[in-house]
């Protein structure tokens, strides 16, 4: 805790009007970035003698939609058994973030073994969702951008081959929004009249999944029953 805190103290000391706030939480910090500053940062980040994070571990894109809405709190779920699923949830606080969209970097420093977070915000621009590559910093990020790209619909400025990854061409929508139904939009079959492969509108209906339930009836009480007295012969 001691070296993180160090750590945060002199970040914030050296690129101050770089970040918006830097979290120590449950032993990890994380960097809230200005998202104009993304670049500058990163390259001091590798670069400097004090900090040395030469590696990318990862690169993802969150969206928060909703969050810190009831049905988000996970910390009592198994008190609360199924039922948080398949009953409506009052609502609690609002989001916390005023920003929706925001992509997270992990980094590691070989050179002082330590890791770091950064979590930039990535606010619309012309309704697109566009943030600065850091390929030419860490060429990791090549494959990582391209996915948050297909999944969020977050562009990247810079990327030298930003095309979904994971995804179909032609693939309509980024899933992983959370406004992204979860049956898609499309469903792709071969069509035997017309012996090739059509995209038509998903028929798939919608459908509640309820969890099993387990009901203790008098078939189980006899059969418990039976097993009690087999023990007290």
Sequence with gaps: MKDLITLSDRIKMLCSSMIEEAIIANDELT???VP?????LATQLRDHPDFRFE??????GV?????GKADWQTQSATESGFSRGVEEQSESDVSPFSYRFAVVYHLLSLTHNM????????HEDNKQLIIDSVNDIWSAANWFEREAFDLY????????DLRRILTDYGFAGHPFRKDFPLIGEVEVRYDAALERVVNEKVSIPDRVLEPKVIRHDHRYMLD?????GEVLK
């Design 153 to 160: 619909g977050i562009l990247f400025r810079g990327h030298p």
């Design 224 to 228: 418990e029953d039976k097993r009690q």
């Design 31 to 33: 960097l809230v970035v």
């Design 115 to 122: 890791r770091i977070r950064l979590r930039v915000p990535v």
């Design 36 to 40: 104009l500053h993304l670049l500058d």
């Design 55 to 60: 590696q990318l571990i990862d690169v993802c």
């Design 63 to 67: 969206d928060y939609l909703q969050y």
